[in-house]
């Protein structure tokens, strides 16, 4: 069982959608949480940062974690042209010296 | 403000043959980290540095090194390249201080690197 299962997708939605992307993971160390956002042939940009479980909101994007489940979401409303990307979870230990640990990334299209 | 930046942005090489990517962090951030991105695939743990120190190697072969500098640019290096070395290699700074690291990170736009 790979640490961090993402589905990859496609996922192909109208705009004004809302879109839903999931994560689930197996190491309980895990206490920082992140959704990152890459446009093709680019790097990946920090879009949403959580620490342990709990909601965030910045927008129209909410992220999730439950710890206890090991799974974290994004949320997007009203999706645009925009959003379409590849959104990728990631997540760390928090020590010294531990790499973040990164789904395959979900490819998001979001159509006019 | 600057981000992070990385060359060359594309190269091509032949297998055997070494390359050397190059990555200056964002202004104030002292560590730097590589990440290798197989097409379809997530980013993948390479190095850390902080302080001109190792402090983190992700499960890669000796193949694999790199270095940072006093100006805490870096270098990562690539020997005996195979074809499966063809991969996008992304930079990423932080504000990693030496304790924890809390993972977020600043990515370039990376290397996009072929071996033929």
């Known amino acids: 069982q790979k640490e961090v299962e993402q589905d990859p997708g496609p996922l192909s939605v109208p705009e004004g959608a809302i879109v839903s992307l999931n994560c689930t993971y197996s190491?309980?160390?895990?206490?920082?949480f992140m959704w990152y956002r890459q446009y093709s042939r680019k790097g990946p940009e920090l879009l949403m940062y959580t620490y342990s479980s709990g909601n965030k909101e910045d927008g129209r994007f909410t992220a999730q974690v439950d710890k206890s489940s090991k799974y974290i979401s994004l949320f997007i409303r009203d999706s645009q042209p925009s959003d379409s990307a590849t959104y990728l979870c990631?997540?760390?230990?928090?020590?010294?010296?531990?790499?973040?640990?990164f789904g395959k990334g979900t490819t998001l299209s979001v159509s006019s | 403000d600057a981000g992070v930046t990385q060359s060359p942005t594309h190269l091509i090489k032949t297998r055997g043959q070494h390359v050397t990517l190059r990555c200056s962090p964002i202004s104030g951030h002292k560590s730097v980290s590589w990440y290798q991105q197989v097409l379809g695939q997530g980013p993948q743990f390479i190095f850390q540095?902080?302080?001109?120190?190792?402090?983190g190697r992700g499960n890669f072969p000796d193949r694999f090194s790199a270095r940072q500098f006093p100006n805490y640019s870096s270098e990562l290096n690539v020997n005996a390249l195979l074809l499966g070395d063809s991969a996008l290699y992304l930079c990423?700074?932080?504000?990693?201080?030496?304790?924890?690291?809390?993972?977020?990170?600043?990515f370039g736009e990376g290397s996009r690197l072929t071996v033929l």
């Open positions: 190491n309980s160390a895990f206490q920082y």
């Open positions: 990423a700074s932080s504000f990693y201080t030496g304790a924890s690291n809390t993972g977020e990170l600043f």
């Open positions: 990631a997540m760390s230990a928090g020590q010294a010296g531990t790499a973040l640990i």
């Open positions: 540095y902080y302080e001109k120190e190792e402090r």
